[in-house]
């Protein structure tokens, strides 16, 4: 995912197709073994499934509908016309804050909110654009 500089979520373009962000989707490749050219502090992690009962939300959720913070759908309004479907949101109140990764977020850039992605299969049942959707704090 990118970001736009200077990216505030006051700003207008937090709802498609005007989003400040844009996901970039490309062929899986192996991991590389120059570690020296990595971005300090990156870490790798497997998705998991979490327990139902689990205490914070995920910070990635994949499933068929979202979890919405303001419980508005017509926030996927515009992006739902152009024929896309949900797929995942990340929600940044599941940052780890301790253990592992937590020296990896050091500011919440969506307002301790989620995004939400979307995109069309082909026929296939490939993804191959996913558009972020919108904002929610």
Known sequence: MVLRAGFGIED???????MAMRAIVHDPSPRGARDDLGWPGLRATALIQRPDAASTPALVRIDDEPVLIQGEPAFADAVRA?????????DEEGWPVEGELEDVITEYLWGYGSVYFYGTPDEDGIVRDVVAGFLDF
Not at 12 to 18: S, T
């Open 12 to 18: 207008e373009d937090v709802v498609y197709p005007d």
């Open 82 to 90: 152009d024929g896309h479907r949900f797929l995942f949101q990340i």
